[in-house]
């Protein structure tokens, strides 16, 4: 038998306009709750999918000749999310394979592009804002009996932002009534020279949502046979192919008499869990045991940020790419958890985390004619990850088998700013690099009254991290100057913190392993 919620599952939008904004909220759920009673001689499949693509793509005509106004705006706010409950007294009985699943997948273009016309001037801005969580759940006393029994939930996202400035570029008109100057300072955009205040291009994502997947049931999960109890949250979170998630891209600017301004800023945000909980007291008979896995990955995501020539004279021309990343594996028998083991099964809990997170900035920048030609380029790269594998305070695991609990992660960040500057008189160029990580792996069974009894006990936490930050400046300026400086700053924090604990007493009847290890460059 197989239900599945079909009514939101795609949902499109494609767009072609100067100002363009499109909101999406797509929701796929399915509930069982009651007494509901299902019993199948095959297999039983309980599957709530959202798939939601949007398409957004904003240009300007050809009157869009005004450089403190808007030339190009795309916003899309999507919120997309899937959710499985079995829930009340539902009692699921099949001769074959129980799979509860919640899938949610996405697929979000956000662009504008001003560099197709010749003639034309003024701000470009792409906006993204993604939301919604991916859950599946088995709770009050609901019981489920297979061939193998699953409960997974799923996320994967692609996210392409991206902004590409119109030939005339903007100007640096603080005041200017367009989304550049009224988004910098909403998000708070700054360099270590002050805030951010006008750019030619912006380009901006916020993605939040996490993918849970709670087993709190007081009833039973039963896996005949050889079968195996498998709990998953399996999450992703991806640039496009060949690119990076978010791009502010002001080389289409060209410098001319004026006040033509090439600036680009890029920000880009991201704070996403994939978690697996366990708690209560469900009865848990396996076979093949009980497996939790949270694998949670990212690729091609962060910001880059491009500039192009100005002819402006002062002031912070040149480009900004800033990444706020927040991004969580956890596997967790939950704090006083107490699930009842049914002929010594094993357990293995294991949260993954691969992770890439990289801030580019390059600047050029060019003045006619002009006194002093200021270019540079700040990238800012802010990490915090987490895998995490924990037997929480209090939590009761007891008659169990071989006990695995692991944690693993990988993580790379990458930080780079080009800063360069082309005058007629004196020239001044800057890239500065910052970047701070924090990476924790945690493999812990933490302190508790109840001693963990188990044919043999393993924790290990395993971190891989690399680190690269690269800052360079380079100034080029006519004969007669007196003044032609490139400056380059470049600074990196990594934090890691990787920890294997046992905090409470054990009877173990065979090995007892636990093991840390972290290998951490920075370049």
Not at 250 to 273: C, E, F, I, Q, W
Request: proline share 2%.
């Amino acid at each position: 038998r197989y239900w599945r919620d079909w009514s939101s599952d795609v949902c499109s939008s494609d767009l072609d306009l100067r100002v363009g904004g499109v909101v999406v909220t797509n929701a796929s759920t399915v509930t069982l709750g009651g007494a509901t009673t299902i019993n199948a001689s095959g297999l039983v499949a309980i599957d709530a999918a959202a798939t939601t693509t949007t398409s957004l793509q904003a240009a300007p005509d050809k009157a869009a000749t005004n450089a403190d106004l808007d030339a190009a705006v795309a916003v899309a706010i999507v919120s997309s999310g899937a959710a499985v409950r079995v829930a009340d007294a539902t009692k699921i009985t099949a001769a074959g394979a129980v799979a509860i699943t919640a899938t949610n997948t996405v697929t979000s273009l956000t662009h504008a592009d001003g560099s197709g016309a010749a003639d034309t001037a003024g701000v470009v801005v792409a906006i993204l804002k993604l939301s919604g969580d991916t859950k599946a759940e088995v709770a009050d006393t609901a019981s489920i009996k297979g061939a193998g029994v699953s409960i997974v939930a799923t996320s994967n996202r692609t996210v392409d932002t991206k902004a590409v400035a119109t030939p005339g570029g903007t100007t640096n008109n603080t005041q200017a009534n367009n989304s550049a100057t009224q988004n910098l300072a909403a998000s708070k955009a700054a360099t270590s020279a002050g805030a951010v205040k006008f750019a030619a291009a912006v380009a901006w994502s916020a993605v939040t949502g996490d993918t849970l997947t709670t087993v709190s049931t007081a009833g039973g999960l039963t896996a005949t046979g050889s079968g195996a109890i498998v709990l998953g949250a399996t999450a992703s979170l991806l640039g496009p192919a060949g690119g990076t998630s978010t791009v502010a891209d002001s080389s289409s600017t060209k410098a001319a008499t004026g006040t033509a301004l090439g600036a680009a800023v890029a920000v880009n945000h991201a704070d996403v869990t994939g978690r697996v909980t366990l708690a209560g007291t469900p009865t848990l008979a396996a076979g093949s045991g009980v497996i939790v896995v949270a694998p949670v990955s990212t690729a091609r995501f962060g910001p880059s940020a491009i500039s192009g020539a100005s002819t402006d004279s002062e002031g912070f021309q040149g480009s900004a790419a800033i990444n706020i990343s927040r991004v969580r594996a956890e596997t967790l028998l939950a704090a006083n958890a107490a699930p009842v083991l049914v002929n010594a099964p094993d357990v293995s809990l294991t949260a993954s985390l691969a992770t890439a997170d990289t801030a580019a900035a390059s600047a050029a920048f060019t003045t006619t004619g002009q006194t002093t030609g200021v270019g540079g380029s700040f990238a800012l790269n802010l990490v915090d990850t987490a895998a995490r594998a924990a037997v929480e305070t209090g939590a009761v695991l007891a008659n169990a088998g071989a006990v695995t609990i692991d944690a693993v992660s990988a993580n790379t960040v990458t930080t780079t700013a080009t800063g360069g500057a082309t005058s007629s008189s004196d020239g001044v160029s800057f890239g500065i690099a910052i970047a701070v990580a924090n990476h924790d792996t945690i493999a812990e069974v933490r302190d508790g009254m109840a001693t963990i009894t188990a044919a043999s006990l393993a924790a290990h936490a395993d971190h891989t991290g690399a680190a690269t930050t690269t800052a360079t400046g380079a100034t080029q300026v006519g004969a007669n100057a007196t003044l032609g400086l490139g400056i380059s700053l470049a600074l990196a924090s990594a934090n890691d913190t990787t920890t294997a604990l046992l905090d409470r007493a054990a009877v173990i009847g065979g090995g007892l392993a636990l093991s840390s290890t972290s290998r951490q460059s920075s370049t």
